[in-house]
């Protein structure tokens, strides 16, 4: 044989690919992120255990009166008044979801398609406004309509974002002096 030819064969590289370790890896990194969403599950749940004080959300009357305005988008969650990160999930108010808002003179109408829908009486109507964000979402300022709603002992801000965003101000105005007529009565 010739040098050349011994050398190229003394010269072979050993097998870089080491399987069982790299499947260690693999089956480790698999079961890590498992255990992160467990950990993320749980903690939602437990976050709705907390929150069981909330009562049942009432739903809409048999004959909710002449509808006012109609919206179709998206439901974004419901957070405590104010805190906009402190996102309430008892009752399926965390699940994010497409939705049909009817407003009515017998309050606001909300229609989630594989969620539970709920109904606010306008007596339980605070206030509309425009906003950028609420928990887990944001959006450009004003792309968000904000409904402040009362719920048993508490004040719940609602986040819905329109099909058609032009909408939101009508929404806003309606629902502000819908708050204003229900404020004066009391």
């Given amino acids: 044989m010739t040098p050349v030819i011994l050398l190229a064969e003394a010269r072979k590289s050993a097998d870089v690919t080491d399987w069982p370790a790299r499947i260690g890896w693999l089956v480790g990194l698999v079961l890590f992120i498992a ?10 749940k437990w976050r709705g255990t907390l929150q069981g004080d909330i009562p049942e959300l ?3 009357p048999d004959e ?13 969650g419901s957070t405590t008044a104010g805190q906009w990160l402190d996102r309430i999930v008892a009752h399926g108010l965390g699940t994010r979801s497409r939705v049909r808002l009817t407003l009515t003179d017998a309050g606001l109408e909300v229609e989630r ?5 709920f109904f606010v009486p306008t007596a339980a109507l605070r206030e509309a ?11 450009t300022e004003g792309g968000l309509l904000v409904v402040t709603w009362a ?3 508490r004040l719940i801000d609602s986040g819905f974002r329109s099909d058609r965003a ?3 101000t009508e929404w806003v105005h309606t629902l502000n002096q819908m708050t204003d007529k229900t404020e004066g009565a009391r």
Wanted: net charge neutral; proline share 6%.
């Fill in 166 to 168: 032009a909408e939101h």
């Fill in 35 to 44: 255990l992160v969403y467990w950990l993320m599950r749980e903690g939602w």
């Fill in 64 to 76: 909710p009166g002449e509808t006012r305005l109609t919206m179709s988008g998206r439901y974004h």
């Fill in 58 to 60: 009432p739903t809409a």
């Fill in 129 to 139: 406004r425009l906003d950028k964000g609420i928990a887990g979402k944001v959006l």
């Fill in 113 to 117: 398609p594989g969620a539970a829908d």
């Fill in 151 to 153: 719920h048993g002992d």
